[in-house]
């Protein structure tokens, strides 16, 4: 394995380097870059398998290493190292871009040296540009998830509600599409929790308060979508539900 390592930050270079090394030593460290030019010159050098890139960059972002290449060039994975935020965890979750949080945990680098050894994918120059897209706003637009065959994009306003299935997640949309996603609910209420067009309305289910038509008492309460559909919601739930949709 070739890696290519762009941190500004001379000290966490060597480090990462180390701790690669440790973990294996067969892995090669072709180049440590410390800005985004000299990372792209070298990628273009030594054709690495695997590129760890801090997002903050003087000068350019990690972000914009993509814009420097054309599609047939981008035979490489990347692995992105970040500064821990709640706002940018949620943004590389939603954008299924692979990351690890600074300082870097040695566990965690192992899980992704691990999970790159059996997938060896790349994220993709579109992944990417939905990551842009959801770190410069404070409501996510766009979520990537995996599906069979490779990946689908939804636009988070068109999901009308989720569904909890076991330890799988059923998305409901306007269009009459549903698709099954293989995370729980408990992950899609951790990314949805800054887009406060969701409400959790029951243990199971997750509803866009901007479908709802009507609140109505059906054996307990539930709450009708703009489809027509039914959702249960918990009566100590209706409350907060009204006010959110007043707000």
């Known amino acids: 394995m070739k890696v290519i390592i762009i941190e500004d930050e001379k000290k966490a270079a060597s480090l990462l380097e180390s701790m690669l090394q440790d973990i294996d030593p067969d892995i090669e460290i072709a180049d440590k870059c410390y800005d985004l030019p000299s990372g792209i010159k070298s990628i273009r050098k030594y054709q690495p398998n695997l590129v760890f890139l ?16 054309n599609e047939e060039e ?3 994975s990347i692995i992105f190292t970040t ?18 949080l600074k300082p870097i945990d040695e566990d965690k680098l192992k899980a992704a040296i691990h999970k790159y050894c059996l997938q060896k ?21 766009k979520i990537i998830v995996s599906v069979a065959g490779g990946f689908e ?6 999901i009308l509600f989720l569904k909890a299935e076991g330890s799988y ?58 489809d027509d559909s039914q959702v ?16």
């Open 83 to 100: 500064a821990s935020s709640n706002h940018a965890v949620q943004a590389f979750e939603m954008s299924a871009i692979d990351y690890l």
């Open 121 to 141: 994918k790349t994220n993709s120059a579109r992944n990417i540009t939905i990551l842009k897209e959801n770190l410069q706003t404070t409501e996510f637009k």
């Open 54 to 69: 801090d997002i903050k960059l003087p000068t350019y972002s990690g972000l914009q290493l993509l814009d420097f290449f």
């Open 232 to 247: 249960p919601i918990i009566p100590e739930k209706v409350e907060e539900l009204i006010q959110l949709i007043n707000q």
């Open 153 to 158: 994009i939804i636009t988070i306003p068109d």
């Open 169 to 226: 997640t059923k998305l409901y949309l306007i269009n009459g599409q549903s698709i099954t996603i293989s995370k729980n609910l408990k992950y899609f209420d951790s990314v949805l929790e800054s887009n406060h067009q969701f409400f959790r309305v029951h243990r199971s289910y997750i509803a866009n308060i901007q479908t709802i038509k009507r609140i109505i008492r059906k054996d307990g309460y539930c709450i009708v979508m703009d």
């Open 74 to 76: 981008i035979d490489f």
